[in-house]
Each structure stands twice: as structure tokens, then as C-alpha cells.
């Protein structure tokens, strides 16, 4: 068995394996971790395909970006996971159908795909390459490249209106009545009359005064 076959199997095993793990695993944090295994073993297998660019997409963007922004979402809420778990037997009729149909779906693909089509072998040197890539991407699939694009941005807007829902529990300001608040607004000056400090300290000794000899006055009368 040659280096490069032993590499594949092993970086395959792993990648199965992690997969399996990140539908398994009970905690959220540790199924994060096992998906950014996969994406390593994942990268492995493109740079065994001579594609770097990809392998490096893969550990950039993926690893560095996305599943980076997954682990703090998981860390930052505050998930029940035994809450979530409590219709997992539910779903799993339903979930079994889809993955069977997707199964027989790929197996079909791939069946059609090596029935009788002799394909002439593709140069390695072409392969993963950033210009062969975009010559793909906006000439022979530029309608599936469009469709995936719309399908991010209703994704962004979706999460971006479940994120900005209303709810009793949290204050919130309209920022648009925050940018069109006047100053007359946030401050109101309102005139006073003057006061005489000294004639305000005389009158409190005063009432001090006459609230003494009230309370004495009082005490005078009370039988002994």
C-alpha cells in the first residue's frame, strides 16, 4: 500500500467517524469540535487531490470563521438540552425517510455517472487551480453559483428577523425615533423664581422654633 493510499483511508476513517460524532455527541460544544475535525480530515483529502486552494478555503474560512462564530453562539445561549432531546424518538421515522432519500438519490447519481461514460483523465496541474476554478463557477455553473447566493441572502435576512423579534422580557428603543429626536427633547430648561437664602434660613428656624414650643407646650399638659 502506497503512502498516499494510506493517508486517504486514514483521513476518510476519521472524517466518518468525526461525522458520526457531531450527530451524537449530547453536548453542543463537543459536536462543534468533532464538525471542525471533519473539516481538517476534509482539507487532508483535498490536498491528497492536489486542490490547495480549496483545502485551504475549507480550513479558512469553515474552521477559522464559521465554526469559530458556532462555538460562541453555543456557549453564549443558554440551551436545555434535555428540553431538546425530549421529541429526538419523534423525528426519527421522519429523519430515517429523508437520509434514506438522499441515499438512494447520491446512489443514483453516482450509478448514472459511471454506467457507460469513459471519462479521459484530467491533468493534476488543473485541478483545484484559482483559475480553472472561476472559469467553472461563471461560465458552466454561474445559475447554480446565483441560486446558492440568493439562498444565503434570504438565510442572513431570516436570521436577522428572528434575532430582531419583539419580546416583553427586553427594553428596546426604535433607533429611528432616536435619530429624529430634536433638542428641545432631551432638554426642557423651565424659569423659577428666585429664592432669599437668608430669608429661607430664617423661616426654617422659625418653623424649627414654633415646632419646639408646640411639643413643649404639649408636654406641659399631659398629666404627671
Do not use: C
Request: net charge positive; aromatic share 10%; charged share 15%.
Amino acid at each position: 500500500m502506497e503512502f498516499k493510499t494510506f493517508l486517504f483511508y486514514a483521513f476518510s476513517v476519521i472524517m466518518v467517524l468525526a461525522a458520526t460524532r457531531v450527530i451524537t455527541a449530547r453536548n453542543p460544544v463537543h459536536a462543534a469540535l468533532f464538525l471542525v475535525l471533519a473539516f481538517f480530515n476534509a482539507a487532508g483529502l483535498w490536498l491528497l487531490l492536489q486542490a490547495e486552494f480549496l483545502a485551504i478555503v475549507l480550513v479558512l474560512v469553515y474552521v477559522g470563521a464559521v465554526m469559530v462564530l458556532f462555538l460562541f453562539v453555543v456557549m453564549m445561549l443558554d440551551i436545555n438540552i434535555d428540553r431538546m432531546r425530549e421529541g429526538f424518538w419523534g423525528y426519527l421515522p421522519i429523519a430515517s425517510g429523508v437520509g434514506a432519500l438522499i441515499v438512494l438519490e447520491m446512489a443514483a447519481v453516482l450509478w448514472r455517472g459511471f454506467d457507460g461514460n469513459v471519462q479521459a483523465p484530467t491533468a493534476a496541474g488543473n485541478i483545484g487551480g484559482t483559475r480553472e476554478l472561476g472559469l467553472l463557477i461563471y461560465t458552466k455553473y454561474i445559475y447554480g453559483f446565483e441560486i446558492a447566493a440568493v439562498i444565503l441572502l434570504v438565510a442572513i435576512i431570516a436570521a436577522v428577523a428572528l434575532t430582531l423579534r419583539k419580546r416583553k422580557d427586553t427594553k428596546a428603543i426604535d433607533p429611528g425615533d432616536a435619530v429624529r429626536v430634536k433638542r428641545n427633547d432631551r432638554l426642557r430648561i423651565v424659569k423659577m423664581a428666585s429664592v432669599d437664602q437668608p430669608a429661607l434660613d430664617a423661616a426654617s428656624t422659625a418653623s424649627a422654633l414654633a415646632a419646639a414650643e408646640a411639643a413643649a407646650t404639649v408636654a406641659a399638659k399631659e398629666p404627671k
